[in-house]
């Protein structure tokens, strides 16, 4: 390469573009780096942070980012085209989902542009490189955790460009430590070695919410106002065979520093008149002694900020609690997944129905609302233990619930099971879905069984004279009554779900 254009490309930032594409039908989904994503339930429109962190850490290393949530902006496959066109980017970089992957894949091959590198990011490209490589013609997967390997993805460019990358894919990518899928040269697909994860996450920059449109991101449960999601901590050291929690960020937990939270809380306030957070992360009580220092900093720092989160049932106290809800917590969320000790157990959950009965009892106990997640149609399943299950919710009575129909997500434990047992319907991932249709029978349940019960124990739980009473009088707005009435047509309609494949 001539000095003078070598000169060039060190004064000018590589540009890239970090899309959350858009669903050619119009879904909105929600679509987290680490997580197996679902669609959208009562119209909430959830904030691509694990995409924020990437745009920091380049915008960190000086690099110039468009940030692009094509689903909360309302673009669609030619705006993004144009959007893409204007910005004139060197990289551009799409997160995608198993459910998406398959209309993420056309998006990218419609808009595609051989001037441009191409990469995807998130869970499916994490456990399926190679064929998210193959379908969507992109020219590279990063593995797991992505903040340093994109950093030095734009390094390349920054020293080689798109051509010579391309040319020569290994030598191109060869200073990437890891963590990335790309062509090897020969018509196949080479995938390195996984990086080690990054163990101190306060070295991260905070994502980059000054490049995301803050204004679109809603959720029922904070009717009327913004919210955003914060990433207190990474990983899972759980092996449920169901999830893949652990597929991108590792089954070792690491914390962040309560102040960098504190921080990042106050920032949201002050900068985005943001005071609604949803701590992403699997569980926020994970490490109680950490989880009670997080508390009383927020206690401390008189933040305005009210949050709710994620936990497993056998990870709190009544004290922990009662902490938590000083410290501004309004509801917690627990994976209850059955009521029946036998599928606990098949699923390597690793909590008993006892636990569950407690943690519901002191979450209301302290003055905090409890949701319980319920998955219908794991192994052992049969129609005696969904009734288990339908009476269990009944009983232990969460404010609120959500019965998910059995997706065994590639990558997961309960995906080898059902490949190897003959149980899968289909391997359209387009379908591999929550709330969408079922593609695994199990024992003598067929999926169009699993989405019966499913919908069955919606209705059971929520039309109960009693909850809709409690729900009418809690209503404290018009925003609120809208959310609340959107989220019933849905559970009433279904979650207007789509047949399954085959009712076997």
Known sequence: MPKHLALLRLLMPVRVSIVNPPDLTGEIYFKEVSRCGRKSVAGEIWPQTGLAYLAATLEEAGH?????????????????????????????????????????????????????????????????????ICNSGCDFTLINEAEDSIVEVAAALDRLGVDAIRADPPQGFAGVQGGIAHSDGNGGVAVT???????????????????????????????????????????????CTYCRAGQVYGSMVRVRRPESLVEEMRRL??????????????????????????????????????????????????DLLRLMKRAGCLMVSYGVESGSQAVLDLSKKHI??????????????????????????????????????????????????????????????????AKSNGWLITEDWSQYEEEGSGVMRTGSLTPADLIRAQREAMREFYMRPRRLMKEIFNIRSLSDFQAKFTAGMRVLRGHRRKEPVAAG
């Open 269 to 318: 306030d002050e900068e985005h008149d943001c005071r609604a957070v949803v701590f992403m992360t699997d569980g926020l009580t994970f490490k109680p002694e950490w989880t009670k220092q997080v508390c009383e900093a927020i206690i401390e720092a008189k933040l305005r900020t009210r949050w709710i989160c994620n936990s497993r049932v056998d990870c709190v106290t009544l």
């Open 193 to 239: 070695e996984k990086r080690k994860y990054i163990r101190d996450l306060d070295r991260l920059p905070l994502p980059a919410r000054h490049l995301m449109p803050m204004d679109r991101y809603r959720m029922p449960f904070f009717p009327g106002e913004r919210f955003a999601t914060i990433i207190p901590s990474r990983g899972c050291p759980w092996t």
């Open 352 to 417: 008993t129905l006892q636990q569950s009965r407690d943690a519901i009892k002191w979450t209301r106990q302290a003055g905090l609302k409890s949701m319980a997640y319920f998955i219908i149609g794991l192994p052992g399943e049969t129609r005696e233990t969904i009734e288990e299950s339908k009476r269990f919710a009944r009983e232990i009575n969460p404010d609120y619930v959500n019965f998910h129909v059995a997706t065994p997500f590639p990558g997961t434990e309960l995906y080898d099971i």
């Open 64 to 132: 110039s980012v468009d940030f692009v949530d094509s689903m909360a902006e309302g673009i669609d496959v030619e705006a993004l085209r144009a959007r893409i066109t204007r910005f004139d980017p060197h990289l551009v970089v799409f997160n995608t989902i198993t459910p998406t992957i398959v209309n993420d894949c056309e998006v990218m091959r419609r808009i595609h542009d051989p001037r441009r590198l191409w990469g995807c990011v998130g869970t499916h490209a994490s456990v399926l490189p190679q064929e998210t």
